[in-house]
Structures are given as C-alpha cells and as structure tokens.
C-alpha cells in the first residue's frame, strides 16, 4: 500500500483528490497539507511513500517544500500538482528533486497510473517538458562556463590554457612570444582574480571549466 500525503492550498481539490484514492485498497492517505510548512512537517511524521504537491502555494512554494522533503528523506518521492503543462516553475520543482507531475485536469485513470508509476520509482515527466528541462541544463551550464573566465583578458586566457596543458612558464613564454617574467606577471594576475592559490589549482579550475570550448592554442 502507498502512503500518500497531499499538499494543496485548495481544500475542494484536496477532498477531491482523497475522495478518488479511498476508492483503490493500493493508496492510504495518511495526512493533508495547506501550504509548504505543514508538508514538510508531515512528511517527516508520516514518512509518506508519495507526495502529491501543488506547484504553487501561498508563502513558501511547492518548488522549496519539495526541496526540504527530498533532502530529508531520498525515499519519498514528490510529484508536482500544475494547472499548466508549460508552467516556468516546472524546471525548477525537478531541479529540486520532483519525480515528475500531473496536470490538475488530469482524468482519473491517468492519476492512478500516475501514482502507481511513481511509486514504482519511475519518473513521470513528458518529452516536450524533459526537452525543456535539458534545454535549460544546457542554457545554465554555458552561462556557467562563460563566466568561469569572464575576469580574464584574451591573453590570460591563452596562457591559462598552457598552463592547463603542464606547461611551465618559459615553454609558455616561447609559446605565446612573450618574456618569462612577462607570463609569470599574467600567472599571478589569474591566480589572483580566480581566487586560487596554486598553478596546480589553475590548471584543474580550466579543465573544469572546459577552457577548450574558450580559446583555440596553435597547432590544434
């Protein structure tokens, strides 16, 4: 049997919704929520298998309380209430661990095998939202990137990439055409305006970042 907590603002929505599973033995309500504070508290009492959370509610959203369930408890899963298939937040609710959602107009049937998948540990997410949700993945990882060496000039740039290669500063300095002393100043200005400490700390920050998609050596 699933234990089910439903979070919803609207009472007649809450009824509704406990009305439809007290007729399958499979789900067993144990409790209802009216806003954020009072499902995060009742999933920690009732350790509930499913929650059923509306995406919006007033004061601290779906979005947050979904969050604080999930970094609590990893085993129970959260599936999202929306009026909107196309609703903005929806990125963010599985960012913050939702399994999936379900559209409040949803027909009865559909929610059951909503449940029953979710339960299942499946998640429920449809392909033009999934595409959605790497889309943005995508949009935020590039952001990311981008301003890893936004500080940089062109110039740090291209000697951050030689010394992510292992090379010290007079190969870099033949490299690039510049004194050793010259690139060894560019060394400690990017020590300096990334924040670390070491060329070996340089050199990692980088590779991470993925300096390749940022500035093209000779020879490659």
């Given at each position: ?9 609207h009472e007649v ?31 920690k009492r009732y ?126 300095a033949a490299e ?45």
């Amino acid at each position: 049997m699933l234990k089910i907590l439903l979070v919803d603002d609207h009472e007649v929505v809450r009824l509704g919704l406990k009305s439809l599973l007290s007729r399958y033995t499979e789900f067993e309500v144990v409790a209802e929520a009216s806003n954020a504070d009072e499902a995060i508290d009742l999933a920690k009492r009732y350790k509930p298998d499913v929650v059923v959370m509306d995406i919006r509610l007033p004061g601290k959203s779906g979005i947050e309380a979904t969050k604080e369930i999930v970094g609590e408890n990893e085993e129970i899963k959260v599936i999202m209430l929306t009026s909107f298939a196309e609703d903005e937040l929806l990125f963010d609710a599985i960012s913050a661990g939702a399994s999936g959602y379900v559209l409040k107009q949803i027909d009865s049937t559909e929610l059951i095998n909503a449940l029953e998948r979710i339960g299942r540990g499946e998640s429920l997410l449809d392909p033009a939202v999934t595409q959605q949700v790497f889309k943005r993945m995508r949009e935020s990882s590039r952001k990311a990137q981008q301003e890893a060496f936004a500080d940089l000039t062109d110039q740090e740039l291209k000697v951050l990439a030689h010394v992510a290669q292992g090379q010290r500063n007079k190969e870099i300095a033949a490299e690039v055409f510049l004194s050793e002393k010259t690139v060894r100043n560019y060394v400690s200005s990017i020590l300096s305006k990334l924040g670390l400490s070491t060329r070996a700390e340089a050199a990692a920050y980088a590779v991470k970042h993925h300096i390749e998609n940022h500035v093209q050596l000779d020879g490659e």
